[in-house]
Each structure stands twice: as structure tokens, then as C-alpha cells.
């Protein structure tokens, strides 16, 4: 761990952790060069959170690569020090981190689907069990230009509201958790309900379930059983990347 050795436990392994994150996030192809962010806040230090140094590609991150900061942007840390942070990433994650003291990890895409579902005016359409996750449960935050204003913090937390993902229009998504496994679990379920949409918008003749049926599914997806699945799926999914181990978690 070279100038990191002497690190607390716990942040460390949160370090390893969200470097997994990013790393997945490159695995499923849900990055855009070295734009969008990932944040995490830290178990022991609620006040601080990691977030990527800007110019690290994804599939390259490692644990020491992450930098310490607290809600006003400042990087806390000496071993952070001459670091950049993505200013768009930190106005944001820090507005959310904020406002939701429940919400510990937030995940923000720009991929291609996501981009285009959230140019299209009717938003998140019901055509998928993917999509049927989100029904009436996400929300969505009108274009404003690059997200640098302070001034945007607020619209950003209203248009979230109690959901735990968001569509930025003509921007992207977004997603939280209060664990890394949930907040990747919403964003990989709502980067592929847009995967879907954007292939089922090729057909003019769409079908539809019925307003009950949605309903009916996406309070199926927060059954008693879905965390441990959640849980279970994030371990399959690290399993996809655990001979990168060695190189992430340094």
C-alpha cells in the first residue's frame, strides 16, 4: 500500500470495495472515457466520501487512486494531495450525499441507451420487467448545462425526492444505494430497461402491461428476499473481475 500503509482498516476496505465498483462499471461498458463518477460515502466518517481522481480510466482504478473529500469538495487527506476531483461529479454526489444521510453510495452514467432514454420526452417507458424496477419510482431532473452550479443542488434533490434513481434529461443516469451491491443493482437494471427500450422503439406496434401489472412487479422488487439477492448478485459479479483483485486493491 506504499504511502497509504498506514490507513485506517475500515477505509481501506471501502477503498477496495468502490475501486470493484468502478472497475464493473468499465466491465459493462457503462463509462464515458474518463467522464462520470462514482462516490461512496465512508462507514466510519459519514462527513467524508471517496470519489475517483479525474483522468483515471475506470478499468484502471485502483484503491489508492480514490481521493477523501467532505461535502464542500475539499480534499481532507495529505496522501490526496495535487489530486484533481471532477467538479460536475462533486456538485452532484455532495448535493445528495448531503441531503440523504441514508443514501451511502452514488453511482452517475452517460452511456449511449441511457443518454437517449433520457432525451426522449415520455421518459422510462413500462416495456420491460427491467423497466417495471422503476414504475412510478424514479425520478427525473431537467437539463441545466454541465452540472458546475451550486445553485442546481437543490432542483438536483427535489427531482430525486424519496426515489433511489434518477433520469437526467438529455445527460444521463443515476443511481443510489445504501450499499455499493444496491446502488449497482439499480443502475445495472436501469441501464438495461433503457437497452431495451431503445431496441423496442424500432417496432411501431408496442405492448404494454396493464397499469396493475406494473405495479404489481415493481413492488415485487422490493420483497423481503431482494437484498440477499442483490447481495448475491454483486458477488457473481465481482467473481467476473476477482483476477483483477491484485491490481485494484493497492
Same mark, same amino acid.
Given at each position: 500500500?506504499?504511502?497509504?500503509?498506514?490507513?485506517?482498516?475500515?477505509? &481501506?476496505?471501502?477503498?477496495?470495495?468502490?475501486?470493484?465498483?468502478?472497475?464493473?462499471? !468499465?466491465?459493462?461498458?457503462?463509462?464515458?472515457?474518463?467522464?462520470?463518477?462514482?462516490?461512496?460515502?465512508?462507514?466510519?466518517?459519514?462527513?467524508?466520501?471517496?470519489?475517483?481522481?479525474?483522468?483515471?480510466? =475506470?478499468?484502471?482504478?485502483?484503491? /489508492?487512486?480514490?481521493?477523501?473529500?467532505?461535502?464542500?469538495? #475539499?480534499?481532507?487527506?495529505?496522501?490526496? +494531495?495535487?489530486?484533481? @476531483?471532477?467538479?460536475?461529479? =462533486? $456538485?452532484?454526489?455532495? !448535493?445528495?450525499?448531503?441531503?440523504?444521510?441514508? @443514501?451511502?453510495? @452514488?453511482?452517475?452514467?452517460?452511456?449511449?441507451?441511457?443518454?437517449? @432514454?433520457?432525451?426522449?420526452?415520455?421518459?422510462?417507458?413500462?416495456?420491460?420487467?427491467?423497466?417495471?424496477?422503476?414504475?412510478?419510482?424514479?425520478?427525473?431532473? #431537467?437539463?441545466?448545462?454541465?452540472?458546475? /452550479?451550486?445553485?442546481? +443542488?437543490?432542483?438536483?434533490?427535489?427531482?430525486?425526492? %424519496?426515489?433511489?434513481?434518477?433520469?437526467?434529461?438529455?445527460?444521463?443516469?443515476?443511481?443510489?444505494?445504501? /450499499?455499493?451491491?444496491? !446502488?449497482?443493482?439499480?443502475?445495472? =437494471?436501469?441501464?438495461?430497461?433503457? +437497452?431495451? %427500450?431503445?431496441?423496442?422503439?424500432?417496432?411501431?406496434?408496442?405492448?404494454?402491461?396493464?397499469?396493475?401489472?406494473?405495479?404489481?412487479?415493481?413492488?415485487?422488487? *422490493?420483497?423481503?428476499?431482494?437484498? %440477499?439477492?442483490?447481495? *448475491?448478485? &454483486?458477488?457473481?459479479?465481482? /467473481?467476473?473481475?476477482? +483476477? %483483477?483483485?491484485?491490481?485494484?486493491? $493497492?
Amino acid at each position: 500500500m506504499n504511502h497509504m500503509e498506514n490507513i485506517n482498516p475500515i477505509e &481501506w476496505e471501502a477503498r477496495c470495495e468502490l475501486a470493484a465498483l468502478y472497475r464493473l462499471i !468499465a466491465f459493462y461498458k457503462m463509462t464515458d472515457l474518463i467522464d462520470t463518477h462514482i462516490s461512496y460515502r465512508l462507514p466510519h466518517e459519514p462527513n467524508h466520501f471517496l470519489i475517483n481522481r479525474y483522468g483515471i480510466p =475506470f478499468d484502471k482504478m485502483t484503491a /489508492s487512486h480514490l481521493i477523501k473529500i467532505d461535502h464542500e469538495g #475539499t480534499i481532507v487527506e495529505n496522501y490526496d +494531495q495535487g489530486k484533481r @476531483v471532477n467538479v460536475a461529479g =462533486f $456538485v452532484i454526489h455532495s !448535493a445528495i450525499h448531503h441531503a440523504c444521510p441514508e @443514501v451511502h453510495c @452514488v453511482i452517475h452514467t452517460h452511456t449511449a441507451d441511457g443518454v437517449a @432514454v433520457s432525451a426522449q420526452s415520455h421518459g422510462l417507458l413500462p416495456l420491460s420487467q427491467h423497466a417495471l424496477k422503476f414504475y412510478n419510482r424514479i425520478g427525473y431532473h #431537467t437539463y441545466e448545462g454541465i452540472a458546475l /452550479s451550486l445553485d442546481e +443542488q437543490k432542483r438536483l434533490i427535489e427531482d430525486l425526492g %424519496q426515489h433511489r434513481c434518477m433520469i437526467l434529461r438529455n445527460h444521463g443516469l443515476l443511481s443510489t444505494g445504501n /450499499s455499493i451491491p444496491r !446502488a449497482f443493482h439499480e443502475i445495472y =437494471f436501469l441501464e438495461r430497461a433503457c +437497452q431495451i %427500450q431503445v431496441k423496442a422503439l424500432s417496432s411501431t406496434q408496442l405492448n404494454y402491461p396493464s397499469p396493475e401489472v406494473c405495479e404489481h412487479t415493481a413492488q415485487q422488487f *422490493d420483497r423481503e428476499e431482494a437484498e %440477499q439477492i442483490i447481495l *448475491d448478485a &454483486w458477488h457473481a459479479a465481482l /467473481s467476473l473481475i476477482e +483476477q %483483477q483483485k491484485a491490481e485494484y486493491c $493497492v
